[in-house]
């Protein structure tokens, strides 16, 4: 399974290449039947999006929960990841495995991930097995049986998986410990995974009362991209999805909020396994969903500009023309329920000290507070955000995870299609207020990740 342990360093264009994670992002303006999205939901609440694409004889299936890490109780922290897990366990009307021997069969994929907002599970098949792949999803949303002979082995596949991916690598604990710092109150300081003396709480009880709450289809958004018509997967989502009753209707997604921010925090770790010194810089901003109009968009091209690619003004000045930095990068999580983050960071290269990366990091946000950025460099911020959503196209996952996770996040199918509109309306004055405002570094947690015995950062 795809687990969100971290959230994606990574500016909208590369997010949209690698699929996941995309911050509210949308197709530009292209007409055409093959292009029209269709969205109804079903009697039970369920929501269904379908996105014809007819190149190629496949489909990508998804059902969304709009359920993830941050809805967790308090102390029972990795809940719905190690749930995730489960769904791939025996029905009552199918055994363990047989779902993705299906899959197997017919040459397809199968896999699910996790994030703060969002568990998602998906098959990419041949359109003639699309009924199928509804059916076995429609059973494992209400059917799972849920026995201690079950959640025992899982939960300590889930302890090792917390091991390998975060005990044995500094980076993420270091993460993990930047995240518990910057978000005083908000539940995205805990980890998805979880923390490991509560994952090795987990039982049955905790994993049936989270099935029942949550798993049901009033809490779910089908996806179906590929080969397909929308007719046809109204017909089959009403004969699968469509006989599952009603889940309990729950209350809006209103979680802690963070107080205001007042101090300047550092973050520090020291370990033997670490050979080159690494930095970050973070800062809590408004994400698609909590900002101001306007304000997320100017963040994003922001992020894009200082530090999104090559082409950036952290990339260009510390990596090739001073030559002081081996990375350089800065990255905003828009596509979220609450306040996200807005991260920098780099890495010395040959004699540079990680302080000498670190300043001049600075001296590039300070420009942009202090001058702004320039109508060429933000134009050609918005052709390439714009051109990576028609590219998107070319991937029929790539826009099932586009609109899943925008309505996952509580976007809408609007939002989708009006961001390039959104994204070409900011202005460089919308930006340098963007930077001023939030990117205040008296405001700020700056983790520092440093080899053993290290005297100086």
């Known amino acids: ?131 199928t792949m509804m059916t076995f999803e429609a059973d494992r949303m209400r059917n799972l049986v849920l026995t201690d002979a079950v959640i025992g082995p899982e939960r300590d596949v889930i302890l090792e998986e917390r091991r390998s991916r975060i005990e044995n690598n500094p980076g993420a604990l270091l993460n993990e410990e930047v995240d518990a710092t910057l978000f005083q109150n908000e539940p995205y300081r805990i980890p998805v995974i979880g923390w490991m003396h509560e994952i090795e709480q987990l039982n049955r009880v905790d994993a049936t009362a989270f099935y029942d709450r949550y798993y049901a289809p009033n809490n779910a958004i089908l996806v179906v991209a590929g080969d397909v018509e929308p007719d046809r997967v109204k017909e089959l989502a009403e004969k699968t999805y469509g006989k599952i009753a009603r889940g309990p209707d729950l209350p809006p997604r209103i979680r802690p909020k963070e107080p205001e921010q007042n101090t300047k925090r550092t973050v520090e770790m020291t370990d033997a396994r670490v050979s080159v010194p690494s930095f970050s810089k973070a800062w809590v901003v408004p994400s698609y969903q909590t900002a101001k109009p306007g304000e997320a968009e100017a963040l994003d091209l922001l992020s894009e500009i200082l530090g999104g690619g090559n082409r950036s003004r952290l990339y260009q000045e510390l990596v090739v023309k001073q030559g002081i930095a081996s990375s350089a990068g800065a990255y905003f999580e828009g596509t979220m329920v609450d306040d996200t983050s ?116």
């Open 1 to 131: 399974m795809i687990l969100g342990l971290l959230r994606a360093k990574r500016s909208l264009p590369a997010v949209l290449a690698l699929v996941l994670s995309a911050a509210a992002p949308a197709l530009a303006d292209v007409p055409g039947k093959e292009w029209s999205v269709s969205s109804f939901s079903l009697d039970n609440g369920m929501q269904v999006v379908v996105i014809p694409d007819h190149r190629a004889p496949i489909v990508t299936h998804m059902v969304w929960y709009k359920v993830g890490s941050a809805d967790e109780p308090p102390g029972k922290s990795g809940i719905a990841h190690f749930f995730e897990h489960l769904m791939f366990k025996g029905t009552a009307n199918h055994k363990a495995g047989e779902f993705g021997q299906k899959v197997a069969e017919i040459g397809g994929n199968e896999n699910a991930f996790t994030t703060y907002d969002y568990t998602a599970y998906h098959q990419t098949v041949t359109p003639s097995a699309l009924e």
């Open 342 to 457: 807005f991260t920098v960071y780099g890495a010395p290269r040959g004699e540079a000290g990680l302080q000498q990366v670190e300043d001049a990091v600075d001296v590039e946000i300070r420009r942009i507070i202090k001058d702004g950025v320039t109508a060429d460099e933000l134009e050609k911020a918005k052709n390439r955000f714009v051109r990576s959503m028609i590219f998107a196209r070319d991937n029929q996952a790539s826009m099932a995870n586009i609109y899943g996770s925008t309505l996952a996040t509580g976007g809408s199918v609007a939002d989708v299609e009006q961001w390039p509109d959104r994204i070409r309306a900011v202005t460089p004055d919308q930006i340098k207020d963007a930077a001023a405002k939030y990117l205040n570094p008296d405001r700020s947690v700056a983790g520092y990740l440093l080899p053993a015995q290290s005297t100086q950062k």
